[in-house]
């Protein structure tokens, strides 16, 4: 950082402040000046007493009843304007509220997620590693490998993903001349990992007897041409039979399991999935329905984690030995989201890739909209979440107040997939309803429309009593008088206010006083000169010496094109509510912010002899609040935001 200066020439500095004052009269001010011409026509010529009542009276009356129209038009008009700024403070407080809960259900769904990937990779790597030593200790070899404490590692990363009810399943993969002896293995394996999977679980609907009694003993799928009759997998493939799951009893009511269940033939989806990762030997992930009762299923997602011959699941040449799969319920995924009471929420979750042939016989979801991709609602309710339908099912009139976000993007070179192949990339819409709207319309705007009324009718009635209190001349008078002074202290600072002040003083001392300023502080004169006109005087200060300092971001282009716009406000705020305050401490004038630009200068409004030392001060703090400030925001800005630079340039 530097400090340029630009010359030493003497710089002058005129600041000057003018303001027009708006003179508005009321008609009972109308009526006051019609008494001062009706006083004056009486000392030139004398009329006869009953008509000059019968003109007081008429001057009077009108004046009253345009006073009260005007009242009743103000009542009305300040009513209405109150009624539509309550409505407006409260759309906008819903705004707000319902901007704080959008962010905060994509940051915990985004959370989650990210959360979720890391652990089924760390999972797989685990289990990766677990069968290379137990392979060099036991002299064994996939895929007749069984995972040690599934249920208990199962469960840990069914909790990292924030369900309730996630669904986890190892299955190796077995080729053709291995299911025979896969057979084998299997059923001396599933008595051991029942009966562990049951004391880890707590279950105790079936036995772990019970559970291998309905356990079929073979490769199989289920053929839905024959009444869903377990058939064994012929042919020379590979087959990916289901062995561990989490949780064991999956079927309430029924000890059925799903052990030897080739899953590449129990789902189009899954064998869809299963093909993406083993050629992009990556998470893969893809849409299915859940059983959650006996004949009911929610829409829910499987992601696929490939597992790698040996821990390092990077290093080239590893084969894919195994598959772990997840599946996750949408529904529980939404729930505890948003706090007990944060309610009427509405999420859909959109996926890119086109949707494939419905193979789920049981499907039972309502509210399904044929469309070519997949899109699910639902409505988040505090900790609870209510699927509205498979479509896109929020309400149209909150289009505008939209957050979306990419919420899971696997980032794989699309080139790499099977020719009709598609991995999705997940995006999540936020949006409010009707409900979440309603809870802040409130009687508020009828109640202050109300009390305008009531303050308005009681005005009236105040004015009509003062009125017949005191005189229509006096009350004028002050009225205006009151008024400008009003004006002129909004207007002009307190010194430039007292200098009118004192120079009107000084005029009416002397005598100098028209009677067509009564009512007018006589201001006009002393602001613009006598004529008002082109070649008056105006009311200005001279500053001969001040030193103007300049600081611009030096960076900041680069910097912010790689920046959304809210950023690049939190960095402008940041740095120049800082120099606001070091200019407030120094005694300094800020004069303008120019986009990256900051002006201020020393020496005004009230001049010092020392300017330039002043001046040199605020600019050397602003060198070490710049690289503060940056360096703090790094964490939220990105790092190479202490990178940026401060350029300062003093001129006297």
């Not at 005129?14 to 009269?25: E, F, P, W």
């Not at 409260?90 to 915990?108: I, L, N, P």
């Not at 305050?581 to 300094?588: I, T």
Request: hydrophobic residues 40%.
């Amino acid at each position: 950082m530097s400090i340029k200066s630009f010359g030493e020439e003497d710089t002058r500095s005129v600041t000057s402040r003018k303001s027009q004052l708006t003179h508005q009269s009321n008609q009972s001010s109308s009526g006051g000046e019609s008494d001062s011409r009706s006083d004056t026509g009486a000392a030139q010529q004398v009329y006869p007493p009953p008509i000059i009542g019968k003109r007081e009276e008429a001057n009077v009356l009108r004046a009253k009843g345009l006073v009260a129209l005007i009242l009743l038009f103000a009542a009305t008009g300040v009513a209405t304007v109150a009624n539509l700024l309550v409505k407006k403070q409260e759309r906008k407080d819903f705004e707000t509220q319902f901007a704080g809960y959008a962010t905060q259900v994509m940051t915990v769904s985004q959370s989650r997620a990210n959360q979720f990937f890391a652990a089924l990779d760390s999972f797989a790597s685990s289990v990766g590693a677990q069968a290379a030593a137990e392979k060099r200790s036991l002299n064994t070899s996939w895929p007749f490998y069984r995972i040690s404490e599934f249920s208990v590692q199962a469960q840990k990363l069914a909790e990292l993903t924030g369900v309730d009810n996630p669904q986890v399943a190892f299955a190796p993969i077995v080729q053709e001349d291995q299911r025979d002896q896969w057979n084998l293995f299997a059923a001396q394996q599933n008595p051991l990992w029942y009966q562990e999977s049951i004391e880890s679980e707590g279950y105790t609907e079936y036995t772990a007897q019970e559970l291998v009694n309905s356990t079929i003993p073979f490769i199989h799928f289920y053929d839905i041409e024959n009444d869903f009759q377990p058939t064994p997998v012929s042919g020379p493939r590979e087959v990916l039979p289901v062995f561990q799951v989490y949780p064991v009893g999956l079927f309430v009511g029924s000890p059925l399991m799903l052990t030897n269940l080739d899953s590449l033939l129990a789902s189009q989806q899954t064998e869809e999935v299963y093909r993406i990762t083993k050629v992009t030997r990556s998470p893969a992930l893809g849409f299915v329905r859940m059983a959650i009762a006996p004949g009911v299923t929610t829409p829910g997602s499987q992601i696929i984690q490939p597992v790698f011959d040996g821990a390092d699941t990077k290093a080239e040449g590893r084969r894919i030995v195994a598959i772990t799969m997840v599946r996750l319920p949408w529904l529980d995924y939404f729930k505890k989201v948003l706090a007990e009471g944060e309610d009427g929420i509405v999420v859909v979750l959109e996926s890119s890739c086109p949707k494939l042939p419905d193979d789920d016989p049981f499907r039972l979801i309502e509210n399904v909209i044929e469309s070519d991709r997949y899109i699910l609602s639902y409505q988040i309710d505090g900790p609870n979440a209510v699927l509205l339908g498979e479509a896109d099912l929020h309400d149209p009139q909150y289009d505008a107040l939209v957050v979306s976000q990419k919420f899971v993007d696997l980032d794989v070179d699309q080139s790499l997939l099977p020719e009709g192949s598609c991995l999705p990339e997940l995006t999540l819409h936020v949006y409010p309803s009707a409900e979440l709207e309603d809870t802040f319309q409130t009687e508020n705007s009828t109640i202050y429309t109300i009390v305008v009324v009531v303050i308005f009718v009681f005005t009236s009635l105040v004015f009509l009593l003062y009125d017949f209190s005191v005189g229509r001349r006096q009350r004028t008078v002050m009225d205006r008088i009151v008024k400008q002074d009003k004006i002129v202290s909004d207007v002009f600072p307190t010194a430039i206010r007292d200098r009118l002040y004192g120079n009107q003083a000084k005029k009416t001392t002397s005598g100098h006083y028209n009677e067509a300023d009564e009512g007018t502080l006589g201001l006009d004169e002393t602001i613009y000169g006598k004529s008002s006109g082109i070649g008056s005087t105006p009311l200005a200060d001279l500053f001969p010496s001040v030193t103007v300092v300049f600081a611009d971001l030096v960076g900041f282009t680069p910097w912010s094109s790689a920046r959304e716009p809210h950023q690049v406000f939190i960095l402008l705020e940041a740095i120049f509510g800082a120099f606001d305050k070091l200019a407030y401490r120094h005694s300094v004038f800020k004069i303008e912010t120019v986009g990256d630009c900051y002006v201020a200068a020393a020496g005004l409004p009230e001049p010092t002899e020392d300017h330039a030392v002043v001046a040199c001060r605020f600019a050397r703090d602003c060198l070490k609040k710049m690289k503060d400030v940056t360096v703090k925001l790094e964490v939220s800005l990105g790092p190479d935001t202490s990178d940026l630079d401060l350029r300062i340039g003093i001129h006297r």
